[in-house]
């Protein structure tokens, strides 16, 4: 059964600071990978989607990667600011020809202090 | 381009009322369609999910149904709340092969069973 763990369960950092949040999945047999945002009450927002073939996604300041075959994927987020506060989370497809149930992590709360 | 709607955004319920949570998507056609639920210090779960009209899978047996009477219109309903109903509600739509499968939720709709 895949399972996704998301570490640290909370991050606080100061303003400008690199960062990097961890993924970690227990089978490696997925489809692709995506990490979302979710800001207090709200909906998720899709930041990077990592298909299995990938290494890594780029989006602005945001950098995922992904290495499939330890099972992890790791969010790097570059000169931190107090509106990336927010809890982000990690989530996977498994392969084998799922409808896109995607397995989620528990997430990561990051707060950004200026 | 493509949104999702969700209503209502909040419901305070009594146990044993009836629910119904409505989902619509406008800018694409046949997306598979998705209802996730997410209860306090818990991951994301996998309710139902929909890959076309009256076509409706249940990923965990529960107190609730989901129909999808049209294309874009996925609704999650109960005919009498518990209270481990309550919790956040999120509906998410991807249509195979568009923008690299990626997932795109809803605002999501908080529910207390009281």
């Known amino acids: 059964k895949q399972e996704v763990t998301q570490i640290p369960a909370a991050l606080s950092v100061p303003e400008g600071e690199n960062l990097v949040l961890n993924c970690s999945f227990t089978?490696?047999?997925?489809?692709?990978l995506q990490w979302f945002r979710q800001d207090p009450g709200k909906g998720l927002t899709s930041l990077l989607l990592?298909?299995?073939?990938?290494r890594e996604q780029t989006s602005g300041r945001l950098n995922a990667s992904l290495d499939k075959s330890s099972g992890r994927s790791t969010l790097y987020i570059a000169a931190s600011q107090p509106g990336d506060s927010a809890t982000y989370l990690c989530a996977v497809r498994p392969g084998g020809g799922s409808q896109g149930n995607l397995i989620f992590g528990k997430g990561t709360k990051l707060s950004v202090k200026p | 381009s493509q949104t999702i709607h969700q209503w209502p955004a909040t419901l305070v319920q009594p146990v044993g009322s009836p629910l119904s949570l409505e989902c619509t998507v406008e800018g694409t056609s046949n997306p598979n369609l998705y209802w996730y639920r997410q209860a306090a210090g818990r991951g994301l779960q996998l309710l139902f999910y929909?890959?076309?009209?009256?076509?409706i899978s249940s990923e965990v047996p529960q107190n609730l149904s989901a129909s999808r009477p049209q294309d874009r219109q996925f609704i999650l309903s109960s005919k009498k709340l518990l209270l481990s109903d309550s919790g956040f509600y999120l509906c998410?739509?991807?249509?195979?092969?568009?923008?690299?499968?990626?997932?795109?939720f809803g605002e999501g709709s908080w529910l207390t069973v009281v």
């Open positions: 089978d490696s047999a997925i489809y692709n």
């Open positions: 998410a739509w991807r249509v195979p092969g568009f923008s690299g499968n990626t997932i795109y």
């Open positions: 929909s890959v076309g009209i009256g076509q």
């Open positions: 990592i298909q299995s073939s990938q």
